[in-house]
């Protein structure tokens, strides 16, 4: 199976910082990785596919990037709204598997 | 609009089994693939179960393959998990969600609500 690491597993920012997660594969995985926003008592929204690929309404401060085994999600300019959990995913092979979540709250 | 509706969550005892539901609306159901994930209470996101537009291919994740059984309907717009065993470590809220692909594997487009299951004596 392949495993997520996902770092940090928490941080805390202010509006208008630049926040940055890190996803690392336990192995190649090309660019299948996905990337999720979860809000408390809610159902996860997809915000990036395809490692870079911004899905459909989401707003373009929400990036991706990487391949291989080393990802990166970037929030360029953090909004009140963007204060969630977020999460990897890869899709390279079955069983699907997330990362274990970063938290990012209020500074 | 899409709908994903969750149904048949509740208490159930260990060892026992029990059947979710998902109702879809608002989308062509039989050109999609279709997962189950869970969240078990304050942790991260599981991938439980997948099935393929027509039925033809499944998958589950490790630690459920035995115990679980997903199956879909194409004429009744639904897909089913049924769980077999269950183990206190299985109460999660489970949510239906929908693959942006036929055949399954690529990411979750649309989610459901969640329904919770909760595994206790």
């Known amino acids: 199976d392949v495993q997520m690491t996902q770092s940090p597993s928490s941080l805390s920012a202010s509006v208008g910082d630049r926040v940055t997660v890190t996803c690392q594969a336990s192995?190649?995985?090309?660019?299948?990785l996905n990337w999720y926003q979860q809000k408390p008592g809610k159902a996860p929204k997809v915000l990036i596919y395809g490692a870079s690929s911004l899905a459909t309404g989401v707003p373009s401060r929400f990036s991706g990037r990487g391949s291989g085994t080393d990802f990166t999600f970037t929030i360029s300019g953090l909004q009140p709204e963007d204060f969630a959990t977020y999460y990897c995913q890869q899709y390279d092979s079955f069983p699907l598997t997330f990362g274990g979540g970063t938290k990012v709250d209020i500074k | 609009q899409v709908q994903l509706v969750e149904s048949g969550g509740g208490v159930v005892q260990p060892g026992k089994s029990l059947s979710l539901s998902c109702a879809a609306s608002?989308?062509?159901?039989?050109?999609?693939?279709m997962h189950w994930v869970r969240q078990a209470p304050g942790k991260g996101l599981e991938w439980v179960a997948v099935v393929s537009d027509d039925e033809s291919y499944k998958d589950y994740g490790d630690s459920l393959k035995g115990r679980f059984t997903i199956s879909r309907d194409n004429s009744k717009n639904t897909v089913s998990l049924q769980m077999t065993s269950l183990r206190t470590e299985d109460t999660a809220v489970y949510y239906c969600?929908?693959?942006?692909?036929?055949?399954?594997?690529?990411?979750?487009?649309?989610w459901g609500q969640g329904i919770l299951v909760t595994v206790s004596s």
């Open positions: 608002g989308f062509t159901f039989s050109r999609f693939a």
């Open positions: 969600a929908k693959d942006f692909a036929r055949t399954g594997g690529y990411f979750f487009d649309y």
């Open positions: 192995q190649d995985i090309f660019d299948s």
